[in-house]
């Protein structure tokens, strides 16, 4: 449990190899006789993801239960082993697509409002490519949703003129983004100035 820094291990039947539950730290903590064999103390539950589960579903499993590894079944319930969560990490790290250059545009928008394909042809008629989304209800409000969505670019400006002209609610901009529309501005003040 120390070296894999998590107070719950999976307990395997050696001779038929399966899950029988896990124990926690807590269990055995105050314990003083290490010969006390496993299958003496309180085993809980088993708790386990198959192996061909996606990742976000192994996610919300190790949120839910508060646990940093779990235990692996196939389909005929026999242990395969355990994920534990920094691969989890991982592998939601490279669908995201986090350490990929680019940039990420965050729209707020009524829950009722969301259209996905609208987002994606608005950034695709910019010639942008999305590489990855994340959807969450906005802190605010609970009638909202940030839609944060990760582009293969970096000048976005373009991409939030677009969705901004088309009502949605842009929340970040990067620095390149901030400059356009400062000059912007300042050209719209001279074409003002021009006029009178």
Known sequence: MDAWQTSSVPVVEPITNRLVGHILFDDIADKVDESIPVSDL??????YTLENQHVFEVARQMLQHEVRILAVMDHSEAYLGI???????EALTNMLNVTVDGSVITVQMAKADFMLSELVHLIETEESRILGLTVEPSQDLD?????SIKINSR??????SSLRRHGYLVTTSNRAD????????KADELMRYLDV
């Open 143 to 147: 009638t909202l949703l940030e839609v």
């Open 83 to 89: 994920i534990e969560k920094k691969n989890v990490l």
């Open 42 to 47: 309180d085993i809980r539950a088993p708790i």
């Open 155 to 160: 000048e976005t400006s373009a991409i939030t």
């Open 178 to 185: 901030l400059i356009q529309i400062d000059l912007s501005s």
